[in-house]
Every structure is written in structure tokens, then in C-alpha cells.
């Protein structure tokens, strides 16, 4: 008696090229199925010498091999600016302004509010030209918070010159 050379139950996918991929139990071909690697005019090799028959002769394999495959695309790089929503990252002077006008709100360091405005104005105007680097928010709040910041200082240094008049 002579002993066989695969385990029952195995089988291999013969492509129309000649190309034959396996031994491998069904659940394994049905998963190549369901990953879209096996096509649609390959033929299943019974490993146990059975008749050689198309995938589609395999009740379980037609029903998959016909539909979509269902595996998941790779993973998705994300775009350049894809938190550019919540951050102008594409903005850079909205973004810069934006800090100033929030660190200009400290004492001492309002000087840094009409720096803040004009940076304002330029992200402002790089956000009209270039809408996908976004922004504008981030932009009117370096413009509106410079703007005060700068009148509050312009108010405070005119009252101690006054303050110190004879």
C-alpha cells in the first residue's frame, strides 16, 4: 500500500497560465477567493487524484469569486494637510499671528499685537488666494485680538505719558 503523498482535503488553484498555487485546505482557498486572488478561470486540483474541475464548479467558490472582493484597501497615507481643518498648517502666518495675538494678551508682551495684525492680514489674504491651505479663522483672530491688544497698549502708554506731565 502506498502512502499518500498530501493530506485529504487538500487542494491547489491551477491559473490559466499553468501556474498552480497551493496545496491548501478549502478555507484557505476560499479566503484567496474572498481576497480577489483567485481568478475567475482557474481551476481547482483535487490533491486526493478527483476530477480537475473549474472554480466555478465549487459551490462556495463561485458565489465568492463572483462577487467583489471584500479584503480592505492598504492603508491610506494621509494627505499633507489632512488636520489642516482643526490647524492651518498650509497657513503658516494665519497660524503664527493666531499664537501672537494669544500670547499678546499676557502683560508685557503686547507689542507682540501688531505683529499679530499684520500676520493677520497676510494669512488672511493667503487663505482668499490658496482656499485649500484654509485658515481664515485663525487669520481674524490675529487680526481682531492685534488689533486690541495694540489699542489697549496705545491707551495704557498715553495715560502714563499724560500721568507724567508736569
Not at 79 to 98: C, E, F, K, Q, V
Not at 129 to 144: C, D, L, N, T, Y
Amino acid at each position: 500500500m502506498e502512502a499518500e503523498a498530501s493530506a485529504p482535503g487538500m487542494f491547489k488553484i491551477r491559473l490559466s497560465d499553468g501556474q498552480e498555487f497551493g496545496p491548501a485546505v478549502m478555507a484557505q482557498i476560499l479566503q484567496w477567493g474572498r481576497e480577489g486572488r483567485v481568478p475567475i478561470d482557474s481551476l481547482i486540483v483535487p490533491e486526493d487524484g478527483s476530477p480537475i474541475r473549474s472554480v466555478l464548479a465549487q459551490p462556495q467558490l463561485k458565489g465568492i469569486i463572483q462577487a467583489p472582493p471584500t479584503v480592505s484597501p492598504g492603508v491610506i497615507a494621509p494627505t499633507p494637510r489632512s488636520s489642516s481643518a482643526l490647524i492651518p498648517t498650509g497657513n503658516p502666518m494665519a497660524l503664527i499671528g493666531y499664537y501672537l495675538a494669544v500670547a499678546s494678551l499676557i502683560p508685557g508682551l503686547g507689542i507682540l499685537g501688531p505683529v499679530a495684525f499684520v500676520l493677520g492680514i497676510l494669512g488672511l489674504r493667503h487663505a482668499a488666494r490658496f482656499p485649500e491651505a484654509k485658515g481664515k479663522v485663525h487669520a481674524w483672530i490675529a487680526i481682531i485680538g492685534g488689533t486690541l491688544i495694540s489699542l489697549v497698549y496705545i491707551m495704557i502708554i498715553i495715560v502714563v505719558v499724560i500721568a507724567n506731565l508736569p
